[in-house]
Nanobody
Framework: VQLQASGGGLVQAGDSLRLTCAAS????????VGWFRQAPGKEREFVGA????????DYAEFMKARFIISRDNAKNMVYLQISNLGPADTAVYHC????????????????WGPGTQVTVSS
């Protein structure tokens, strides 16, 4: 499966943003999808994940209040809604797909796409 994240850009603190992960190739609905982010000089960080059906989501503890993941399997899309953005959210955001049981570590994922840059100005 091929993935492409989009929707990033330069925003101001307090703004909201919706990132999109578009998938193509194999049956997308067979895969759970996760979002990760990586700031300059830092390790890739788990943001959250959504099950293949969309019925279950899980988030990094400090992400829960401002991040919402959803998916539309008919459109082969997964979304990451981020509210009340702050400079600490500045990073490249990646989506990834997995057919395994784990979903928190980058190594749990089988497919990655190019990320989308989010830059938040104060």
């Amino acid at each position: 499966v091929q993935l492409q994240a989009s929707g990033g850009g330069l925003v101001q603190a307090g703004d909201s943003l919706r990132l999109t992960c578009a998938a193509s190739g194999r049956t997308f609905s067979n895969y759970a999808v996760g979002w990760f982010r990586q700031a300059p000089g830092k390790e890739r960080e788990f943001v959250g994940a959504i099950s293949w059906s969309g019925g279950n989501t899980d988030y990094a503890e400090f992400m829960k209040a401002r991040f919402i993941i959803s998916r539309d399997n008919a459109k082969n899309m997964v979304y990451l809604q981020i509210s009340n953005l702050g400079p600490a959210d500045t990073a490249v955001y990646h989506c990834a797909a997995t057919y395994g049981l784990g979903f928190i570590r980058p190594s749990d994922y089988n497919y990655w796409g190019p990320g989308t840059q989010v830059t938040v100005s104060s």
